[in-house]
């Protein structure tokens, strides 16, 4: 994980952008711009017809309703909630192993509230499968 600074703030601010360049360690330039769009599954369709064309990924949104204790996989994801600021708006964070690690925003504070997670998940794990264990 290389930590990447969100470039826009507000209202469409692009934290989303700035954690999977992060957790990708690629430049936040090299993520679409979902920022400006106002449906939540649009911006998620073209995440992951990019990420599925690109990298054959995919991320998956999970809802939390875990009891104190669930044991974190070790792996990166995003985890977002109401923004530390401005209520009224989502902000994402790099999480692993149930730890916020990176917050791409301007100021350093931690979401009060995780709601939801993405994962990044294998798009297609047979044809992932045959490229690991081709020579």
């Not at 826009?8 to 979902?34: Q, R």
């Not at 791409?104 to 504070?109: H, L």
Request: include cysteine; charged fraction near 25%; aromatic fraction near 8%.
């Amino acid at each position: 994980m290389v930590p990447a600074k969100q470039t826009k703030v507000g209202e469409h601010g692009n934290c989303y952008a700035a954690c999977i360049a992060s957790i990708l360690e690629l430049p936040i330039d090299d993520i679409p711009d979902v920022s400006t769009l106002d449906d939540g599954a649009k911006q998620a369709s073209v995440i992951n017809c990019w990420l599925k064309d690109r990298f054959g990924l995919s991320l998956l949104e999970l809802t939390l309703n875990r009891e104190t204790g669930y044991q974190w996989p070790d792996i990166w994801y995003i985890a977002s909630g109401p923004s530390p600021k401005h209520k009224d708006y989502r902000h994402c964070m790099v999480a692993r192993a149930g730890e916020l690690v990176w917050n791409p925003g301007p100021e350093d504070s931690r979401l009060q509230k995780v709601a939801t997670v993405e994962v990044f998940v294998v798009a297609d794990p047979a044809e992932h499968m045959k490229k690991e264990t081709t020579p």
